[in-house]
C-alpha cells in the first residue's frame, strides 16, 4: 500500500515569500510528508494578472526551493493557457497517477474561509486532503464556526495513519506564518523600500537584479522580458 503524502502549494507567487513557505513548512512539521511541489498558477482566475511574467514567477520559485531537497518547482500550470483552478491542477496529478488519498493541497486560512466560491465546489475537496494553516488575523480556530457544514471533514494532527478510503480530511495547523504578502512587497518596490527578511534572500536578489517590480536602482525598471535563468538542479519540468 502507498505510503506517499504529496504536499502541494499552488498560487501566483507574485513573488513568492516567507508567508507561503511557512505555509508548507508547516505542512511538513505537521503530516510528515514525502515531497511539495510548488506550483505557480499561469492565468489565476480570481486576480488581475500577475506584474511578473510567467518565467519570472518560476524562475523566483526555484530559487526559493532550491536548498529544499523534497521540495520542487512544478511548471504543470504554466504549459498550459487556461485559468488555473485548483480542481484543474488536482486532475493533471491524478492523471499522473496520483491517488487523492496521496495529494494534500496546502493553503492558507485567510483563503480557505472562501472555498465555497470555488470552482467546482464541493467536488474539489474530494481530490485531494487539504491541509489549512492558519494566517496572520485568521486562525485555523475558527473555521469550524465560519463553516459548520465542513466540520466534520476537519481533524488536528498529529496523525497517524489516515484513511485511504472514503472522505479525504481537512487538516487543520495552528502554526505562526509570517505576515507578508505579494501586494506588499510590489508596493514596496514600487516606492523603492526595503523588502528584506520578507522572503529568501536569492529571490530578493533576483527581483532587485531584474527590476522585477519597479525601478529599484537608477535606470531600471519591471519587464516581461526573459531574464537570465537561474542555475540549479530543480529548474525546468519535474
Known amino acids: 500500500m502507498s505510503t506517499l503524502r504529496i504536499g502541494l502549494l499552488g498560487g501566483t507567487f507574485d513573488p513568492i515569500h516567507n508567508g507561503h ?19 505557480p498558477a499561469k492565468i489565476p482566475p480570481h486576480r488581475a494578472e500577475p506584474l511578473a511574467s510567467p518565467f519570472q514567477r518560476f524562475a523566483m520559485v526555484v530559487l526559493a526551493v532550491g536548498k529544499r531537497p523534497s521540495w520542487r518547482a ?3 500550470e504554466l504549459r498550459v493557457d487556461e485559468p488555473s483552478y485548483t ?17 494534500f493541497f496546502i493553503i492558507g486560512a485567510d483563503a480557505f474561509v472562501e472555498i465555497h466560491t470555488w470552482h467546482e465546489y464541493p467536488k474539489v475537496l474530494s481530490m485531494a486532503h487539504f491541509v489549512v494553516v492558519s494566517r496572520p488575523g485568521t486562525s485555523v480556530d475558527q473555521l469550524p464556526y465560519r463553516l459548520p457544514n465542513l466540520k466534520g471533514r476537519m481533524v488536528r494532527p498529529p496523525v497517524d495513519d489516515i484513511p485511504r478510503e472514503g472522505e479525504t480530511s481537512i487538516f487543520l495547523i495552528n502554526a505562526p506564518t509570517a505576515d507578508v ?6 508596493k514596496k518596490c514600487e516606492a523603492g523600500e526595503s523588502i528584506d527578511g520578507l522572503m529568501p534572500a536569492l529571490v530578493q536578489q533576483y527581483i532587485e537584479q531584474h527590476g522585477v517590480y519597479g ?4 535606470g531600471r525598471r519591471a519587464s516581461d522580458r526573459r531574464p537570465p535563468s537561474p542555475a540549479g538542479p530543480l529548474h525546468g519540468r519535474e
Open 87 to 103: 480542481s484543474t491542477t488536482l486532475a493533471r496529478f491524478h492523471e499522473r497517477g496520483y491517488d487523492r488519498h496521496d495529494l
Open 181 to 186: 504578502s505579494g501586494n506588499a512587497i510590489r
Open 215 to 218: 525601478p529599484r536602482f537608477p
Open 74 to 76: 512544478s511548471d504543470l
Open 21 to 39: 513557505l511557512d505555509l508548507a513548512d508547516a505542512a511538513d512539521k505537521a503530516l510528515n510528508l514525502t515531497r511539495i511541489h510548488v506550483v
